[in-house]
């Protein structure tokens, strides 16, 4: 889409028109702070000392470090519980209950698509490509219909685990009339290049990232969105006020000073999922074990709900993906330390006995 494209005309009405509500904390942060009905005596033990105050709304400090390690500004940064809450104010922001529609591509991360049931939007399904996985750029285009205001594209793709293209990523973004959300969920495990400082050449381009997949910290629930600063400033409008809490902040912003050993762990990752992806290839219980540019791998197996019970009594717990299209028996696994790995492996030669 080029840079004449109104983002305004996809906006909703409501949202376009909306007051958002003013927080205390918005305009100050210091003084002596008697604006926002806080407990003035404190928080009720030590180590919650200064949670007695609401959190910073703007999350100036964190969307700057962000911004600053993908290489964009500040203005294109959203920072959500989780990639979840961005996916539900996309919707809230470009979507008009009982009217419009997205596509999606199965398989893909079911989110999407609940997303749009809760919102009462009609999800119109292009599936993935039977032989590679990659998006059907023809047939998502011409599935588009004028209430069809977002498409979701997810690389790597969960469950699938391959990057598209990047030459249909950017067919779809320059053709497609609506939002183009690119989920990276998975993206530092690939040796893809993030398409997040791209949102600034392409007005439709949103693209999602998360803090529960390399960075390690799926329990602060920090999902982020890049964007427009126009699509930002219509997300800073729509989320509640206090959407991230200061314990996440804090953690997000520890993990900062920590960025070697995130990237050192996402490469040890990699080198497990290589070996993990050779020992269950050699299983003869296993039929397929599909590339993967993320932390898990796709496996099609013999009878794999029978396998899943069967690991499921070992305590082993992976993923059955069997009724997912495309995905007849499989099973999806996380990659797992090489000591989880080697239990997993040992539990399924059990079984091919
Ligand atoms: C593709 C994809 N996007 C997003 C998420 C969830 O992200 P978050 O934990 O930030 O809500 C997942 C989780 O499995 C995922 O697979």
């Known amino acids: ?26 305009d100050f942060e210091e003084g002596l702070l008697l604006d926002a009905n806080e407990n003035s005596l404190g928080a009720p033990f030590q180590e919650a000392e200064g949670l007695h105050r609401y959190p910073a709304p703007g999350q100036q400090k964190l969307r700057e470090l962000i911004a600053e390690w993908r290489g964009v500004r500040k203005g294109n940064v959203f920072t959500g519980v989780g990639s979840d809450e961005g996916i539900d104010l996309l919707y809230r922001i470009f979507c008009q209950p009982g009217r419009d529609h997205v596509i999606t591509t199965p398989p893909t991360y079911g989110m999407y698509k609940v997303s749009a049931n809760i919102h009462d939007i009609t999800v119109d399904k292009i599936l993935l490509s039977e032989e590679d996985f990659q998006p059907r750029a023809d047939a998502i285009l011409e599935a588009v219909t004028p209430n069809t205001k977002m ?3 997810c690389s790597p793709n969960n469950p699938t685990g391959n990057s598209f293209s990047s030459k249909a990523i950017e067919r779809l973004i320059k053709e497609f009339p609506g939002i183009v959300v690119l989920d990276e969920a998975y993206i530092d495990f690939s040796d893809q290049e993030s398409w997040a400082p791209k949102v600034v050449e392409h007005p439709n381009l949103v693209v999602l990232q998360t803090m529960s997949k390399s960075f390690g910290l799926a329990g602060i629930r920090l999902g982020i969105t890049y964007a427009s600063e126009e699509i930002i400033r219509y997300m800073m409008k729509v989320k509640p006020p206090y959407n991230i809490n200061a314990l996440t902040s804090r953690y997000a912003i520890k993990a900062f000073e920590n960025l070697d050993t995130i990237q050192f762990k996402a490469e040890a990752i990699k080198k497990e999922r290589k070996k993990l992806r050779k020992k269950l290839g050699e299983m003869n219980i296993v039929q397929k074990v599909y590339p993967s540019d993320a932390n898990f791998l796709l496996a099609k197996v013999v009878n794999a709900q029978n396998i899943y019970n069967q690991l499921v009594e070992r305590n082993i717990i992976v993923r ?24 997993l492996i040992l539990a399924l030669k059990e079984l091919e006995l």
Request: charged letters at 30%; one cysteine or more; glycine letters at 4%.
């Open 1 to 26: 889409m080029d840079n004449s494209f109104d983002i305004k005309k996809l906006v909703r009405p409501n949202i376009r028109n909306l007051t958002p509500y003013h927080s205390a904390r918005e």
């Open 151 to 153: 498409l979701f594209l």
């Open 320 to 343: 059955y993906r069997g009724d997912e299209p495309l995905c007849n028996n499989c099973l999806r696994i996380t990659v797992g330390t090489p000591d989880e790995d080697k239990q």
